[in-house]
């Protein structure tokens, strides 16, 4: 019974150039949410999402970040022309929520840690 | 602009003794409260939820929260070196919605 899925576990990118993260939920999770982790701070929300539909994005930054879900196929955070801010460890959670008892409860993934050069 | 608050530490407790952990919140529909750990470099990992008043108990660990106060706690009991670690309190709104994080606690055990 695989956990969250997240690849790559380390990523390097130069500044301005584009950053792909992966994340496949856990089995019988059909839900899914980005955070992001700055260094000495907390997990901040970014987007929640079903299969094919984002349903609350107000923690994405409005430019060069974007996040999609599709129908086959893992999730994927987009960052575009990366700068430094952007270092940080992204994590990845999912949730079996749709059942009575589900609660909401969120696993999360063991996180990309991207570096920007 | 919900809020999550929590005394950073380092909180230095002696192996065998219980820890406390606390934590506050902003947003009074709050519905659903976690405690997750993480340690240095690695994921969070859900140790305890709790949704209703009251107290909670799972082995070592015990979750009480209070909406009136809007307070939410965590006590650890025979405090062993392996629960050092970084704590976070995480809010929800009940929903299907991201949680809200406390910046964590830093707990250390000392043997």
């Known amino acids: 019974n695989a956990g969250v899925m997240q690849n790559p576990r380390h990523l390097v990118r130069r500044r301005g150039q584009e950053a792909r993260l992966r994340c496949s939920p856990m089995?019988?999770?059909?839900?899914v949410y980005w955070y992001r982790q700055l260094p000495e701070e907390g997990l901040k929300f970014m987007v929640y999402?079903?299969?094919?539909?984002?349903?609350?994005e107000s923690g994405m930054p409005k430019e060069r970040f974007s996040a999609e879900f599709p129908k086959e196929g893992p999730s994927i955070l987009r960052i575009q022309q990366v700068v430094r801010g952007d270092s940080a460890a992204y994590f990845c959670?999912?949730?079996?929520?749709?059942?009575?008892?589900?609660?909401?409860?969120?696993?999360f993934g063991a996180g990309t840690r991207l570096s920007v050069l | 602009q919900k809020e999550v608050e929590q005394n950073s530490g380092p909180l230095s407790v002696p192996e065998g003794a219980i820890a406390s952990l606390n934590c506050t919140y902003s947003?009074?529909?709050?519905?659903?409260f976690f405690w997750y750990r993480q340690y240095s470099g690695k994921s969070p990992e859900l140790i305890m939820s709790?949704?209703?008043?009251g107290d909670k108990e799972d082995g070592r660990f015990t979750a009480q929260l209070n909406k009136a106060s809007q307070y939410v706690s965590l006590l650890i009991r025979d405090s062993q070196p392996s629960d050092s670690a970084t704590y976070l309190c995480?809010?929800?709104?009940?929903?299907?919605?991201?949680?809200?994080f406390g910046k964590g606690t830093h707990l250390i055990i000392q043997p």
């Open positions: 959670a999912s949730s079996p929520i749709g059942q009575a008892s589900a609660k909401n409860i969120q696993y």
């Open positions: 709790i949704y209703s008043n």
């Open positions: 089995k019988g999770h059909s839900h």
């Open positions: 947003d009074r529909v709050s519905q659903s």
């Open positions: 999402l079903q299969k094919e539909n984002i349903i609350d």
């Open positions: 995480a809010v929800s709104g009940g929903g299907a919605d991201g949680l809200t």
